[in-house]
């Protein structure tokens, strides 16, 4: 019972530096989410995917690029690091069709920047 | 612009207490609250909701209370036990069902 998978789970990368953060979903959701989380932040959305083929911009997606692979497969990419992308970085899912809009989410990738 | 607002980032409370979360917000037209508990090096993982119609919601230990003429929202556990320990955030659902978060507050329950 996998629900959202996050990988990797901790990276350290020097300023410059590029990395992709992987996740993937097995509850056959239509949308998926990146968010970060840092103290006294709370978690703001990064970018989002409505349904594949779809991507949108959040509240905070500068110096990041995401990829919705397929239905199951929402990656994030940082294509020049910096200390201020430094953050916990969660993946989303929901089912649109859920009157709440609920979201599972994964355990997180730690991502230092030095 | 934050429009899901926790002020208080930590709350203590005894074991059998009970413990009151507040939340306040901005936007009229947000129509579902979420609350969402999370542990240390776990993501957040789903606690109660409350549609904007309904002023309150109840679930075992947890209810939330939803008063709209304020846009404050407050979470009652009750009584609050040390599996309670964990940061509650508070969310708020508008445009296209995206998601809105406040910063989070850090419970701890003390035997």
């Known amino acids: 019972n996998a629900g959202v998978t996050q990988t990797p789970k901790f990276q350290v990368l020097k300023t410059g530096q590029s990395m992709t953060l992987q996740c993937a979903q097995d509850m056959n959701h239509n949308s998926m989410y990146w968010y970060r989380q840092d103290p006294g932040m709370g978690l703001r959305l990064i970018y989002y995917?409505?349904?594949?083929?779809?991507?949108d911009k959040g509240e905070v997606p500068n110096g990041y690029n995401v990829s919705r692979l397929n239905k199951r497969e929402f990656s994030l990419r940082l294509e020049s690091a910096a200390p201020s992308q430094t953050s916990v970085y969660f993946c989303a899912s929901s089912d649109q069709g859920r009157i709440t809009g609920e979201l599972f989410f994964g355990e997180g990738s730690r991502l230092t920047v030095l | 612009d934050q429009q899901v607002k926790q002020n208080s980032p930590s709350l203590s409370v005894q074991e059998g207490r009970i413990s009151i979360l507040n939340c306040d917000y901005t936007?009229?037209?947000?129509?579902?609250f979420l609350w969402y508990k999370k542990y240390p090096a776990e993501g957040p993982t789903f606690l109660i909701s409350?549609?904007?119609?309904?002023d309150k919601n109840e679930d075992g230990r947890f209810t939330v209370f939803l008063n709209k003429s304020a846009k404050h929202l407050s979470l009652h556990i009750v009584p609050s036990q040390p599996g309670d320990s964990a940061v509650y955030f508070c969310a708020a659902r508008g445009v296209w069902g995206k998601l809105q978060f406040g910063a989070g507050t850090q419970v701890v329950v003390t035997p």
């Open positions: 409350i549609s904007s119609i309904k």
């Open positions: 995917s409505a349904s594949e083929g779809t991507t």
């Open positions: 936007n009229s037209m947000f129509d579902y």
